[in-house]
């Protein structure tokens, strides 16, 4: 069953419409129930989200919650970033390419539904694994209350943190980084809390 919110987000679309309403269709037919997800068409199975439509400047893409279970046969899953460890996206700048993959994106998306009836989750990266760079370690040393703030975040802002603070390429960077996040980290706010 089709959603009211997806038919105004399509009807919306400049670029990459066409490929975004075959995609649709495809999830469709595979018996996925249609929402609006992010400000996006996500397709779920028992209330699991298996594949969110999404479109970016250079192409349009289909993205599987769990792409990192799939058998990926074909090789045509992206890691979007590094630092995604679960989802992975199939990439299409032009309608013929979904026409001509129809066949094996309806084979990967039954293989996402399985792996959700099964239960299956990836296995996550801890955030200990995450490198802690030099400038933050010594910030945490000296500030016993920033050490504490840090510590009581939530697994997922304190990656946020720590990935926000380790993409910088000079120290400079970096610890002027930390600096202007350590009330933020005080106040028990994420990286993009307000």
């Known amino acids: 069953m089709s959603s009211k919110l997806v038919d105004r987000f ?16 495809t999830c469709l037919d595979c018996g996925l129930t249609e929402e609006f997800k992010w400000m996006h068409p996500c397709y779920t199975f028992q209330r699991k989200n298996i594949v969110l439509i999404h479109e970016f400047k250079e ?15 074909d090789n045509i899953l992206i890691q ?10 199939i990439r299409f700048t032009d309608p013929q390419q979904i026409i001509d993959l129809k066949s094996t994106i309806t084979a ?27 400038e933050f ?7 016993t209350d920033l050490k504490t ?4 975040l939530t697994p997922g802002r304190q990656r946020g943190y720590l990935l926000h603070f380790s993409q910088a ?5 970096r610890a002027s980084r930390v600096e202007k996040y350590i009330q933020h980290i ?7 809390d307000q």
């Open 149 to 152: 703030a840090f510590e009581a």
């Open 59 to 73: 192409y349009c893409a289909l993205l599987f919650h769990k792409g990192a279970l799939l058998k990926d046969s």
């Open 10 to 25: 399509l009807n919306r679309a400049n670029k990459w419409k066409a490929e975004m309403v075959l995609l649709r269709e």
């Open 80 to 89: 979007q970033t590094e630092n995604v460890q679960t989802a992975r996206q």
């Open 108 to 134: 990967y998306i039954f293989e996402a539904i399985e792996v959700e009836k099964a239960g299956l989750e990836v296995k996550m990266k801890k955030t200990s694994e995450y490198m802690m760079p030099d």
């Open 186 to 192: 005080l106040q028990g706010k994420g990286l993009n």
């Open 169 to 173: 390429k000079q120290s400079k960077t």
């Open 137 to 143: 370690k010594k910030a945490l040393k000296s500030n």
